[in-house]
């Protein structure tokens, strides 16, 4: 391996860096600053000037109006994509296409087609990739993915998940009109929902059969600051009944724009499991515990300190994402887990829409 790649810090590049607001701004920023092993080296934006803000406000050396250009420079090792969901094919495949490794937010595409295609072309290049499934990844997922697997609550029974956001409520910025059109792939069943069902599979296995109730309860909501009404074709409330490959039934209850603590509580035949936080913006930007009601090997430390809300989770999946990079590991979600859970989702909408029960 390059000696370069493994004592060198990793330069990396985002592409959606913006200094006044976004999910790179809130989260992956100040992860990255706490891991001294990858070195913010450029941003991209909309435009040049936003972009030469950015880089002045976050520290990085370079700034670019294209983030085409940007992923194609040579001293790029890894890039970030956090841009919207319909812009994520291209950034994606051209950087893919330049050996870059890659670290893409969730939902990796618009559909299960724009999935498989880059599933596909990381597996042709050859390069690592990650999918921003953060709070599946969490420690306390994986914590508690490795007591179910260990026995310590005897043979799975019954699973109940109720998981909100803030988001898909009756207002929002004018910035976030376009998540409210299900033809983008931003909604509330692909983010929360995902994220959501990401974390299900991840402790209790793939899911067996689904059946489900996909509604929309509010169907307009108005943009703040400019009294304008959007019409909202996605759904803002999502109910699942499954059965899991080993059995375990669950219930999962996806509510928009009512932001309360998670609930996901897991019972065996030996004793119970809980895995508990909250953020306003959905269970994968908090800081997660897990409580068993029988004597279990205590959560494991992060990998980061220091971090507050939504950075943690970042901060763990970009510290292994790099040890992966290096060591030529695949220990974190990646692009045929985005498939994987692009295809559940679609059965999830084929149960809602036909009224039936739908094997995976």
């Not at 993915?145 to 026995?151: C, I, K, N, Q, W």
């Not at 689904?210 to 996605?234: F, H, P, W, Y």
């Not at 509510?255 to 895995?275: K, M, Q, S």
């Not at 994968?284 to 430390?301: E, F, G, N, Y």
């Amino acid at each position: 391996m390059n000696s370069s790649l493994k004592f060198q810090p990793l330069k990396l590049a985002i592409a959606g860096a913006n200094a006044e607001r976004g999910w790179a701004r809130d989260t992956h920023i100040p992860a990255l600053k706490a891991l001294p092993g990858i070195e913010l080296y450029a941003v991209s934006a909309r435009n040049q000037d936003i972009a030469d803000v950015a880089a002045s406000t976050f520290g990085a050396t370079k700034a670019f109006g294209d983030t085409l250009a940007m992923v194609r420079d040579p001293e790029v090792e890894v890039v970030a994509v956090t841009v919207k969901v319909p812009e994520h094919r291209a950034i994606v495949l051209a950087a893919i296409d330049a050996g870059k490794h890659v670290y893409c937010e969730w939902p990796l595409g618009r559909d299960l087609a724009e999935a498989q295609e880059l599933a596909e072309a990381a597996r042709r290049g050859g390069v690592h990739v990650a999918i921003g499934l953060q709070g599946a990844n969490s420690l306390a997922v994986r914590h508690a993915a490795e007591l179910v697997r260990d026995g310590a609550i005897g043979q799975l029974l019954n699973l109940r998940v109720v998981s909100s956001t803030a988001g898909w409520g009756t207002a929002a910025p004018p910035h976030y009109a376009y998540l409210q059109d299900r033809r983008n792939g931003a909604t509330l069943a692909s983010i929360a929902g995902g994220h959501t069902l990401a974390a299900v599979e991840a402790v209790v296995g793939s899911f067996a059969h689904v059946a489900a109730r996909n509604s929309i309860l509010r169907d307009t909501l108005e943009l703040m600051g400019t009294g304008e009404k959007v019409q909202r074709t996605c759904a803002d409330h999502m109910l699942i009944i499954g059965q899991h490959d080993g059995g375990c039934v669950s219930s999962v209850e996806i509510l928009g724009g009512v932001p309360i603590p998670l609930r996901f509580e897991l019972r065996g035949t030996l004793g119970t499991l809980e895995i508990n936080g909250y953020h306003p913006g959905g269970y994968q930007c908090a800081a997660l515990t897990v409580s068993c009601s029988r004597d279990s090997d205590p959560q494991p430390a992060p990998a980061v300190t220091g971090l507050e809300g939504a950075p943690i989770n970042v901060a763990q999946l970009w510290s292994q994402f790099e040890l992966d990079i290096r060591n030529g590991s695949h220990s974190v979600p990646d692009f045929d887990l985005a498939v994987r859970l692009t295809r559940l989702l679609d059965a999830i909408d084929t149960a809602s829409d036909e009224e039936r029960t739908v094997a995976l």
